[in-house]
């Protein structure tokens, strides 16, 4: 039989048919515009039986032994009394505020986002965290910023397409698609990364930039737009504001003095910003190679302003405004008591620029238990999230989590994080709950992610957790639903939408309005002057830069820079290989078969220098610690640059890249630290 549902093995959200015979999930199959024998095969959708009945999956819930012996199988009766007992106690002696929900990647956001935070909203405590500030959410926080919401870029009909700090081919392959779609029909392709990735190969051109210096980039090619005129003038006349000053900033960056900054050649600079400023539609898409760096909010509003500047939002081919569906907001915020902030309150502006993400800047859960910074959290409820291998500086994040007196884990797998839990809760996959994902709720077409299996042995689907524990701590009123679709259907009421027209939608997902181009025409749009704000005087007023970067590029953006004297090489945060999904899958055979594992790419000229050859163990260090890895020599990274593999703490922690990265400094705006690019040293074991 197949089925129907959306796969969340990452946060693409492909959709998808699930083969299911007997009630066991067989394989599945990515859906795409393209003929089926044409997509892009993915190695994990391809693994999904392995995963799903992978021997190491969490099946009962665990409670710690008292004597500190490991853990023992519990019911769930027992284990969520021990959870909901150990949150009245710290309410009791510390207030409900001591109690964080840390969330993860793969937690989804969308309804499944919105449950946590009722639930902790009705305890008391404002502290639901997402990890938001190092992955997409600060980027949507920046063009929402520009022009009110996050756009998305249509590359399969542009007919040039900058590729900006994004590796689609490995991490979502449905935009891969519509990319390789477009290149072979024509389009002129850009890719602006570090690294010469199997894309940046297949470029028209490359720019190998230096990593964290974007924004830069950014501003120079406004700055060229605006010199030479390219810009469109009757748009940003009728539908912008802030263009004088967008221009005087700009001016600031020309194009000879950025190049030598940024490691590009000037006249490259100049060819790329006319190629994109003149070929119409142009579509940028910009990825997680901004993000992880304190610049990502002036870089990204930086890069959105290209889009509006060249005429290019909101076009067919272009870059295209959501069409949000309307739903309830179900996240009870009005039941907080007056007054009381989030450990995020110094990102304020971040925590409320949206209705659905809230406080994203996790960093502030390790200040709150180790410095008691701005108070003490006693207790932290992880969720789909494995923080000791991704959050920065992993020394400090495991001190942090050793130290709080409760923490419950709820996940697939024993993870780094989860050996620390004094309960762990096991949740079911993907494909074995109903849920609405981020990439529907936030967009048309609505495609409902399906359970396709049961939940194996006795994991439960993370909403059925929640809403048990709600239960539990008395707010029975606020969690009414018994079954996933009900709590769906609640919350999309007004938009006259169920469960059930959701699923008889299945193959191509439902479409409320029909898709519409330059909404901007009669819809203001969602910033304060309804228009493209060029600069902010909202972020004036809350002594932010109005216009992207006006106080210069700030501290160096690569860590420990003014340390290069003893860590001389510049390292990257590595490729996602397809594989993997962060620090998930390494447990899973038939996904470590493939090929090499715990690598550092480094130039053959660097491994010269150092008398390193392919396959020594090396050591990487840097002012926060150290990791080992495995040489591979490569000249996709330049000389003086090494890649390094990530998120293999958990399959060797010795190999945590996290150990090298630091959280000490964030940006102001979106408390995002830099823990994609540092100095390191690298020596032979
Ligand atoms: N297979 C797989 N898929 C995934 C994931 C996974 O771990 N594995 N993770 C999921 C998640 S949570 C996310 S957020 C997305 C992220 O997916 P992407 O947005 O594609 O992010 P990355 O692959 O981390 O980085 C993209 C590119 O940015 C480049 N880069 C690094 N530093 C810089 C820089 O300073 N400037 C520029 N211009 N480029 C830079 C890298 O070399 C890389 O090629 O993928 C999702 N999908
Ligand atoms: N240095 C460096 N640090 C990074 C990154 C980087 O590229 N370099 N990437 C950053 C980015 S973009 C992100 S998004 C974060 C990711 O950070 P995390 O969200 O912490 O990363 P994951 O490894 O994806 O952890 C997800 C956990 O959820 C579990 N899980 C999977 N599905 C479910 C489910 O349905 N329910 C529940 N309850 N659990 C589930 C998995 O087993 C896994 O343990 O890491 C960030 N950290
Ligand atoms: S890229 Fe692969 S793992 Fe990610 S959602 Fe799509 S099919 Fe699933
Ligand atoms: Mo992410």
């Not at 405590?125 to 926080?141: E, K, L, M, Y």
């Not at 290149?183 to 850009?190: S, V």
């Not at 067919?316 to 009005?334: H, S, T, W």
Request: proline letters at 6%; charged letters at 25%; one cysteine or more.
């Amino acid at each position: 039989m197949l089925i129907d549902t959306v796969c969340r093995l990452c946060s693409s959200c492909c959709p998808i048919e699930a083969e299911v015979e007997e009630g066991r999930l067989i394989g599945a199959r990515r859906k795409s515009f393209l003929d089926p024998y044409k997509r892009l095969a993915c190695a994990k959708l391809a693994a999904a039986p392995d995963i799903v009945y992978s021997p190491d999956r969490l099946t009962t819930p665990l409670i710690r032994r008292e004597d500190g012996s490991g853990f023992r199988e519990a019911g769930w009766d027992e284990a969520l009394e021990r959870v909901a007992e150990r949150m009245r106690h710290h309410r009791q002696t510390s207030g409900a505020q001591s109690v964080a929900w840390l969330r993860g990647m793969a937690a989804d956001w969308g309804a499944p986002w919105d449950y946590p935070n009722r639930l902790m909203h009705a305890f008391g405590s404002p502290n639901t965290i997402g990890n938001g500030s190092i992955c997409f959410v600060a980027r949507d926080f920046a063009h929402s910023y520009v022009y009110g919401s996050m756009a998305f870029p249509e590359a399969k009909n542009a007919k040039c397409i900058i590729v900006w700090g994004k590796n689609d081919g490995n991490t979502a392959l449905g935009a891969a698609e519509g990319i390789h779609w477009a290149k072979a029909h024509g389009a002129t392709l850009i890719v602006i990364d570090p690294v010469r990735t199997a894309l940046a190969a297949k470029a028209d051109i490359w720019l190998p930039i230096k990593p964290g210096h974007d924004g830069l980039l950014a501003m120079a090619m406004i700055n060229e737009i605006i010199r030479e005129r390219w810009y469109d003038s009757a748009f940003i006349d009728r539908y912008t504001v802030g263009f004088e000053e967008l221009r005087a900033v700009a001016a600031r960056y020309p194009v000879e003095t950025v190049a030598g900054q940024v490691w590009l050649d000037a006249d490259v600079i100049r060819e790329v910003t006319r190629i994109y400023a003149t070929i119409k539609p142009a579509a940028i898409i910009d990825g997680n190679g901004l993000d992880m760096h304190r610049e990502v909010f002036d870089t990204t509003r930086a890069v959105a302003m290209l889009r509006a500047l060249t005429g290019n939002l909101d076009k067919p081919g272009g870059d295209v405004l959501p069409q949000p569906v309307p739903a309830r907001n179900i996240q009870l915020k009005e039941r907080l008591p007056e007054g009381l902030k989030p450990i995020t309150a110094a990102y304020s502006l971040f925590n409320t620029f949206s209705e659905t993400w809230g406080n994203q800047v996790q960093g502030c859960v390790v200040d709150a238990i180790l410095d008691q910074r701005p108070y003490p959290l006693k207790m932290v409820v992880v969720q789909s999230g494995n923080p000791l291998v991704t959050m920065a500086d992993s020394n400090r994040t495991r001190a942090a989590f050793a130290k709080l007196e409760t923490l419950v884990v709820i996940d697939m797998f024993m993870t780094e994080t989860a050996k620390l839990a004094e309960v762990i809760l096991p949740a079911a996959s993907c494909f074995e709950k109903t849920q609405l994902n981020r990439a529907s709720i936030r967009n048309n077409p609505i495609i409902l992610q399906n359970a396709v299996i049961e939940p194996l042995g006795d994991s439960w689907p993370d909403w059925r957790i929640v809403f048990e524990l709600g239960r539990r701590l008395g707010y029975g009123d606020d969690f009414p639903w018994q079954t996933a679709e009900e709590a769906i259907d609640d919350q999309l009421e007004p938009a006259g939408v169920t469960v059930a027209d959701l699923r008889s939608h299945g193959k191509t997902g439902l479409r409320l309005e029909t898709m519409r181009y330059e909404k901007y025409r009669d819809q203001p749009l969602k910033t304060p002057s309804g228009k493209v704000e060029f600069y902010s005087p909202r972020l004036a007023e809350a002594g932010f830069a109005g216009v992207p970067f006006e106080q210069g590029l700030g501290p160096d953006p690569i860590s420990f820079t003014d340390r290069r004297a003893d860590y001389p090489l510049l390292g990257i945060s590595g490729s996602r290989d397809i594989r993997f999904t962060n620090s998930q899958f390494r447990t899973i055979p038939a996904l470590l078969k493939g090929g090499t594992v715990c690598v550092v790419d480094i130039h053959p000229d660097d491994a010269e220098q150092q008398r390193v050859t392919e396959g020594d163990r090396v050591a990487i260090e840097t002012p926060k610690g150290q990791v080992e890895m495995t040489a591979r020599l490569s000249t996709t990274v330049r000389p003086g640059m090494v890649r390094l593999a990530w998120g293999w703490g958990d399959y060797d922690p010795r190999a945590n890249l996290n150990a090298l990265t630091e959280d000490d400094v964030r940006g102001p705006v979106s408390g995002t630290s830099t823990s994609r690019s540092f100095m390191c040293r690298l020596r032979k074991l």
